[in-house]
């Protein structure tokens, strides 16, 4: 056995810096294998999943070598009595439900590009989806995970219980690590039973904080409430109800918006991000989301996501300069801070964007970092601080 | 240690720093009392700011220090240094912020965990994670362990219900981790680190809405075995209960001795089942759990809070109880799949008797969560070492079985033997990586979670040379 390379060609280019080599391990030892030889030479190293963010973050650094993880796609283990699935990185999200849903469950996360986007890329880079208000995400679902250090070191955390509390939860570092720590190899996460019904509400309405409090905190317990604002004036909101009588429950939603149509189906914008040129995410706290609405829709942005969950894609409308945007970026990140929010930059071409602004815990970041690669040789330059 | 004392009252209010040495032996273990040590010194901070000048000064020295809440903790993660500073919460225990629009509350890390639920039942909120001890237990203890509870099989741990913390590091800087903030989820590996990577001064927590209905159910079966096929069929059906709790006969005996809960006489094992959730959603969940519990020789369900009262009550004081029929037990806390339960439980049984050793079961039942009780008479020769080795085998079929050493209560000292039996080397370093870049130095509860603290200069994971793959020119492409 050996670890398939091959030479990379302009396709594989991450956010236009093109690697070398593609490397397609198809075990956990063989991702370990390529990282410690590429450790020993000194190359760097992108792991990529499905690679529909791949060219979110700042480009790397310098990119030697693509580790492509499409050749580990199997479900590992469905624990249905035990509601647990063990699964390898690069198992389509798609082709895991579909996997689970043959008894019955499923793994309540609806992150985008759920076709193509993998398990390891969902970790890596923390998305979510509508769901999350209810179900939390990637971190509060997964229970154990596989890891391959920067050195081919293979390190494991969790297990494949819900409950643990033995040692440091290394899933929780992963998600969201932007590939900048190691390569995710393998995943555990805890399951739910697919839901007896399913129901949306969907009204094109104006809303008021008042009244999306009171859909997320309603006893019929919606699973998600969701706004779609594409122009920065129409605004639909949609509510999910999952579960028994949840046409009924549905109904009883309609009171509390005051409008709406209930339907089997999601709405065709449900949880997408339909343009990623420029992308934004805007956290803030639920009660302010109407003030996050009109700041991203004065600022020239679409705006779609959890009013519940304080958690919302902003995508750019138009092709702006980069001087533009990095103004624009700047005013709606004080407004939403001055809120108690935040704006990330998860795609821009431009490097003159300041993607992450202010960073808290930044040193301890750094030091996070030096510890698991102190080589600088995965995802360089990604994340957080140049990190 | 006297200079050092001689700082901290520099620092404190006089009454706060605390080194007469009787006064020390009040902190001189926590919930686990058979690990004793009395600290250094006690300290008492009011302030965050106190506790990061306490955590320099301690850097000063190079001594360590440890933090604790209530110790309630059950695995000596509170275990005091003799050498070492003892930071208390207790006088930092107010609710700074209940912002229910955004369903969170910001608090002192010394504030009971029932008094967050208190602070907010009135409105129809509570706070979600309920260990058992959760009327004394601080929630920065929580933090520290994860703690869980009954009802975490729906609703998650602790870290599912964590929005930020501010910290003081292991070299004394205040730090906030927040789970708005982009970057690494620091706050995520924080929580359940046992007081290795720092002190929670203060917590922003979620906050649930109190759901529409809430039935809670007892079911009495014949034997364990039947116990445990309910359980699987209930999560089989697509039921997540709020909880599902079980006891047999032993901790149903000890139950009755204590508390007189007065289940259902002559049950081999007994089920507490608690559904919450929209109305409609319990009730049908109700139909199904009365079809799958038709087994059960005898149904109760609680008419109102008084009866649900009732009937939890045996199941909360089941710990305290087995004091009335032994004079010495070890409460073990292992985990395992659930449909391992069954096995798991009859090997336990084969032990106990192998041994002579009485183990009464009680366990979180929906997610594998084992309490068993392994009891004995402190005053026979031997029986205490029988004990400890029951409970030790029971942590073995735990590890076998796929499961976990602790599920709730933490490894502290009295695990940190058993880490390598569920970790190998190599993960073990790997999550001393994470220790090293928080406390290059090791002064942050030293000694807890991990069997072999290594020196963080050390650098592990590289001792492995050229991969058989490389060397044997199989894997040469790059």
């Known amino acids: 056995m050996g670890v398939t390379v091959r030479q990379a060609d302009a396709d594989d280019a991450v956010n236009g810096v093109p690697p070398r080599w593609v490397a397609l391990p198809e075990t956990v030892e063989e991702v370990s294998a390529v990282l410690r030889t590429c450790a020993e030479r000194d190359l760097a190293v992108v792991p990529a999943g499905g690679g529909t963010k791949l060219h979110w973050g700042p480009p790397p650094e310098r990119c030697d070598v693509l580790l492509d993880m499409c050749c580990m796609n199997a479900v590992l283990e469905h624990a249905a009595g035990d509601l647990v699935v063990r699964a390898q990185a690069g198992v389509t999200m798609d082709a895991l439900a579909a996997a689970l849903a043959d008894k019955g469950q499923e793994l309540a996360l609806d992150p985008p590009f759920a076709e193509y986007t993998t398990v390891g890329g969902t970790l890596a880079t923390a998305t979510a989806g509508p769901r999350a208000f209810r179900y939390g995400t990637a971190r509060d679902l997964l229970i154990g995970i596989t890891v391959v250090l920067p050195d081919g070191t293979i390190a494991k955390s969790g297990g494949k219980v819900v409950k643990n509390v033995a040692g440091y939860d290394l899933g929780k570092l992963f998600t969201g690590s932007q590939g900048t720590l190691g390569v995710i190899a393998e995943a555990t996460f805890r399951l739910h039973p697919l839901a007896a019904d399913r129901r949306w509400l969907v009204a094109e309405t104006e809303v008021s904080d008042d009244v999306l409090l009171r859909l997320a905190a309603s006893q019929t317990e919606p699973s998600a409430v969701e706004i779609d604002c594409p122009d920065g004036k129409n605004t639909t909101v949609a509510v999910l109800v999952e579960g028994s009588a949840a046409e009924a429950r549905a109904v009883a939603l309609r009171e509390v918006l005051g409008d709406g149509t209930v339907t089997a189906e999601a709405p065709e914008w449900w949880g997408l991000i339909l343009r990623d040129e420029v992308l934004l995410e805007a956290r803030f706290p639920p009660a302010r989301t109407v003030e996050a609405l009109a700041a991203a829709g004065e600022a020239g942005f679409s705006f779609r996501g959890s009013a519940a969950a304080g958690r919302a894609y902003l995508e750019s409308r138009d092709d702006v300069p980069e001087d533009e945007l990095a103004a624009t970026v700047t005013r709606l990140r004080a407004r939403l801070e001055a809120l108690g929010g935040r704006v990330t930059v998860l795609a821009t071409p431009y490097e003159g964007v300041d993607r992450w602004g202010q960073v808290s815990a930044l040193p301890l970041m750094r030091r996070i970092k030096e510890r698991f690669d102190p080589g600088r040789r995965m995802s360089p330059g990604r994340f957080v601080g140049g990190i | 240690?006297?200079?050092?004392?001689?700082?901290?009252?520099?620092?404190?209010?006089?009454?706060?720093?605390?080194?007469?040495?009787?006064?020390?032996?009040?902190?001189?273990?926590?919930?686990?009392?058979?690990?004793?040590?009395?600290?250094?010194?006690?300290?008492?901070?009011?302030?965050?700011?106190?506790?990061?000048?306490?955590?320099?000064?301690?850097?000063?020295?190079?001594?360590?220090?440890?933090?604790?809440?209530?110790?309630?903790?059950?695995?000596?993660?509170?275990?005091?240094?003799?050498?070492?500073?003892?930071?208390?919460?207790?006088?930092?225990?107010?609710?700074?912020?209940?912002?229910?629009?955004?369903?969170?509350?910001?608090?002192?890390?010394?504030?009971?965990?029932?008094?967050?639920?208190?602070?907010?039942?009135?409105?129809?909120?509570y706070y979600a994670p309920d260990p058992s001890s959760q009327q004394v237990c601080s929630i920065g203890g929580n933090v520290a362990e994860n703690s869980g509870g009954a009802h975490c099989l729906k609703y998650g741990f602790t870290v599912n219900h964590v929005e930020a913390c501010e910290i003081v590091t292991p070299n004394g800087d205040l730090v906030t981790l927040d789970r708005m903030d982009p970057g690494y989820d620091l706050l995520g590996a924080f929580v359940g680190s046992e007081g290795t990577l720092g002190i929670a001064t203060k917590i922003t927590v979620r906050l649930s809405r109190a759901p529409e209905a809430v039935t809670t159910v007892l079911a009495a079966f014949e034997s364990i075995e039947q116990g445990g096929q309910a359980v699987s069929a209930i999560i089989g059906a697509g039921i997540v209960p709020a909880a599902i709790e079980m006891m047999d006969a032993l901790a149903i005996e000890a139950a009755e001795a204590a508390v007189a809960c007065r289940y259902p006489e002559g049950a081999g094992a007994v089920l507490i089942v608690e559904l919450d959730g929209p109305q409609a959603e319990v009730e049908r969940q109700f139909t199904q759990l009365t079809e799958i519990c038709s087994g059960a020789f005898e149904l109760r369900v609680a008419a109102d809070a008084a009866e649900r009262a009732a009937i939890w009550k045996g199941r909360k004081s089941a710990f305290a109880a087995v004091g009335r029929i032994s004079p010495a037990y070890i409460v073990q806390d292992g985990v395992v799949p659930r449909t391992s339960l069954p096995g798991v439980l009859a090997a336990i049984d084969r032990l106990s008797q192998e041994h002579g050793i009485r183990v009464a079961n009680v366990f979180h039942a929906g997610d594998g969560n084992l309490h068993p009780l392994v009891l004995f008479d402190d005053a026979e020769p031997g029986a205490g070492e029988r004990a400890e080795v029951v409970s030790g085998a029971i942590l073995d079929l735990c590890v076998e079985h796929g499961g976990s050493i602790t599920g709730e209560h933490g490894v502290g000292v009295d695990k940190a033997r058993y880490m390598p039996k569920m970790f190998s080397a190599d993960d073990l370093d790997t999550m001393q990586l994470v220790r090293c870049a928080f406390d290059p130095r090791g002064l942050s509860n030293p000694g807890k979670v991990f069997p072999t603290p290594r020196l963080c200069g050390e650098v592990p994971g590289v001792r492995k040379g050229v991969h058989p793959l490389v060397e044997s020119g199989k894997a040469e492409q790059l």
């Not at chain 2, 209010?13 to 600290?39: M, Q």
């Not at chain 2, 010194?41 to 700011?49: H, I, K, M, S």
């Not at chain 2, 209940?98 to 008094?115: K, Y």
């Open chain 2, 1 to 125: 240690m006297e200079t050092l004392t001689a700082a901290l009252r520099s620092l404190l209010p006089h009454d706060s720093v605390i080194t007469d040495p009787v006064r020390l032996r009040t902190y001189e273990c926590d919930g686990l009392t058979y690990h004793r040590a009395t600290p250094g010194v006690v300290v008492l901070p009011d302030t965050a700011e106190q506790v990061a000048r306490v955590v320099r000064v301690c850097n000063d020295f190079g001594v360590p220090f440890v933090a604790r809440g209530s110790g309630t903790g059950l695995s000596g993660g509170a275990l005091p240094r003799e050498d070492g500073v003892l930071i208390v919460t207790s006088k930092m225990r107010r609710i700074l912020e209940i912002d229910l629009d955004n369903r969170r509350a910001v608090v002192e890390p010394g504030v009971t965990n029932l008094a967050i639920t208190e602070a907010v039942r009135d409105r129809g909120y």
